[in-house]
């Protein structure tokens, strides 16, 4: 309870709370500018959708550091614990409005805090059991056929990577997939390298690669990551 309560909690509560309409806000920027500027293009609207995303991140360390820290705390009767409440409320003048907010953030804030927690908890946690089942697909990896390679070795030359060192076959995925990071790979199903003509392999593989030269799954780690923070905002 001391935790749910503490101030450092109550900061990081009006935080959260304020990305409500800070994350709609940039949400409806983000859908006007696209549409009103009828921006169509692929690229752009990628684009603009990832500055969308980092924007969102940034204005959550920017209202923690703008809350403000020094004024003193409308829940503590001793007013010897700095709480970030009275921001946003003006207690200067007493009236039954202001005890019934303060009777109200008193009541919700640590429930707030407690569900928010325990549901950033439990979606890190499923996104580091998706980080281990990552690794167990990289340790099914298999060398491609050395003809399948040749076949490959144009795509490869047009993308500058080394198809030996970043196709693999794999028993354990039924579609092609990039994954890793700091040696990101592709794998293709292993019964693709015999179904499939050869145009269409190679289309899947051109497809796979462009997700590498983009950072993808950085980008997706990255969203990954915003979603299990503010899993909350509708």
């Known amino acids: 309870v001391e935790l749910l309560t503490h101030p450092l909690s109550q900061r ?6 304020h990305f409500l309409w800070q994350g709609t806000l940039i949400a409806v920027m983000l859908a006007i500018v696209v549409e009103f500027l009828r921006i169509r293009t692929a690229s752009a609207r990628y684009g603009l959708s990832l500055a969308a995303l980092l924007l969102m991140l940034t204005v959550l ?14 829940l503590s009767t001793q007013g010897t614990q700095p709480s970030f409440s009275s921001t946003f409320f003006d207690y200067s003048v007493e009236s039954s409005a ?20 325990a549901g950033c908890v439990l979606l890190n946690v499923r996104l580091i059991l998706g980080w281990l089942a990552t690794h167990s697909l990289l340790r099914s990896r298999q060398l491609l056929p050395r ?10 030359w047009r993308f500058q990577l ?31 390298l015999l179904e499939l003509p050869p ?26 990551v915003a979603e299990a923070v503010l899993f909350y905002h509708p």
């Open 12 to 17: 990081l509560t009006w935080t959260l709370a």
């Open 162 to 192: 080394s198809i030996p060192s970043v196709v693999f076959a794999s028993a354990q995925v039924s579609q092609a997939l990039a994954v890793g990071f700091f040696r990101p790979v592709v794998l293709l199903p292993a019964a693709w």
């Open 147 to 156: 003809e399948i390679t040749a076949q490959l070795a144009c795509i490869g």
């Open 61 to 74: 360390p920017l209202t923690w550091f703008a809350l403000d820290e020094s004024s003193p705390s409308p």
């Open 98 to 117: 202001a005890t019934e907010t303060v009777s109200w953030w008193i009541t919700l804030q640590p429930v707030l805090f407690g569900f928010w927690l």
């Open 199 to 224: 145009n269409l392999l190679e289309a899947v593989v051109a497809h796979e690669l462009a997700h590498l030269r983009r950072h993808d799954l950085w980008v997706n780690l990255l969203q990954r």
